[in-house]
């Protein structure tokens, strides 16, 4: 079982290693930044105190709950040690383990550098060849082209537009919707052989 001092994922420039219970301050930082949280609030930060008392304490309990194996994970650049943001890669709550969701929040400064697609595309490694996943999914809004872009480069595609959730009407672009991005382990594999 993975402890929650152990390095979840390396990559050539990346760290991805579990959150700590003291470390509710970096969250709060990548919420507090408008552009961060455009596509989700609308620019509005996340109240601290709900970081705190809930959003950190959900995370922990994800490390429990699926052992380790799943959740999501504060990332670290190799270098400096710099803080970027978090990866996740994880199943609904109460969903199925082969079916999971890839997702990521990056600070502005770790933006346009990469991270995002060589991460994403190691996590989907890892969850096809260590961790017995079927499908890999992640959902993002139409306006979020950066996000859709990452996406697309680690060999996801489109597999259904969304609504709008009722708590996000107010941000820009909402009324659009979004869409909800797949890869299977078949396709994943195919593509593999491909670029071989």
Not at 3 to 8: A, H
Not at 25 to 37: C, F, K, Q, T, Y
Not at 62 to 70: E, I, L, N, T, V
Not at 127 to 139: H, I, N
Request: glycine fraction near 8%; include cysteine.
């Amino acid at each position: 079982m993975l402890s929650r001092v152990d390095t979840y994922l390396r990559t050539e420039r990346v760290t991805l290693r579990p959150f700590r219970a003291d470390e509710a301050d970096l969250l709060i930082e990548l919420d507090s930044d408008p552009a961060v949280m455009r596509y989700l609030s609308g620019g509005e930060p996340t109240a601290p105190e709900l970081i705190r008392e809930r959003d950190l304490p959900s995370i922990l309990a994800g490390y429990d709950r699926w052992a380790g194996a799943f959740g999501l994970f504060v990332a670290h650049e190799n270098t400096n040690g710099a803080f970027l943001g978090w990866f996740c890669l994880r199943p609904e709550r109460e969903g199925p383990l082969d079916v999971v969701e890839l997702g990521y929040r990056l600070r502005r400064p770790a933006w346009g550098h990469g991270y995002a697609t060589e991460v994403s595309s190691a996590l989907l490694t890892k969850a096809f060849t260590e961790l017995d996943v079927r499908v890999v999914w992640g959902a993002t809004m139409s306006l979020n082209r950066a996000s859709q872009h990452v996406m697309e480069k680690v060999g996801m595609t489109v597999t259904q537009t969304l609504p709008t959730p009722e708590d996000m009407l107010a941000v820009e672009g909402a009324e659009l919707g979004g869409y909800q991005y797949e890869i299977t382990k078949d396709q994943w594999e195919q593509r593999l052989a491909r670029q071989r």
